[in-house]
């Protein structure tokens, strides 16, 4: 099993920056990749970043340039640095963890992003 807890959330105006962690613990070594996700109220569960096993990244398109997904191995964290954020980008940010071998995805509590003036 693994066990994700997400921390950093909050509110910020407009134009101002956030990061949000993601420790990882239990089966560390199976994890693939590792995501963020997030969900605005009304609407579905997409993609923001993630990062590969091998340190590959990939950003949805709204995001990219403004964000940026990393990795501390040492300390079995994922990071999300966001930066001009937008009151679009309110929403609740769920980390994730892909193990591939068994096909499963596990998924930290989420934690709440705001931006607003």
């Known amino acids: 099993q693994v066990q994700l807890v997400e921390s950093g959330g909050g509110l910020v105006q407009p134009g101002g920056s956030l990061r949000l962690s993601c420790a990882a613990s239990?089966?560390?070594?199976?994890?693939?990749?590792m995501g963020w996700y997030r969900q605005a109220p009304g609407k579905q569960r997409e993609l923001v970043a993630r990062?590969?096993?091998?340190?590959?990244?990939n950003y949805a398109d709204v995001v990219k340039g403004r964000f940026t997904v990393s990795r501390d191995n040492a300390k079995n964290t994922m990071y999300l640095q966001m930066s001009s954020l937008k009151p679009e980008d309110t929403a609740v940010y769920y980390c994730?963890?892909?193990?591939?071998?068994?096909?499963?995805?596990?998924w930290g509590q989420g934690t709440q992003v705001t931006v607003s003036s």
């Open positions: 239990g089966s560390i070594a199976s994890i693939y990749a």
């Open positions: 990062i590969t096993s091998g340190g590959f990244t």
């Open positions: 994730n963890a892909a193990v591939m071998a068994t096909r499963s995805d596990y």
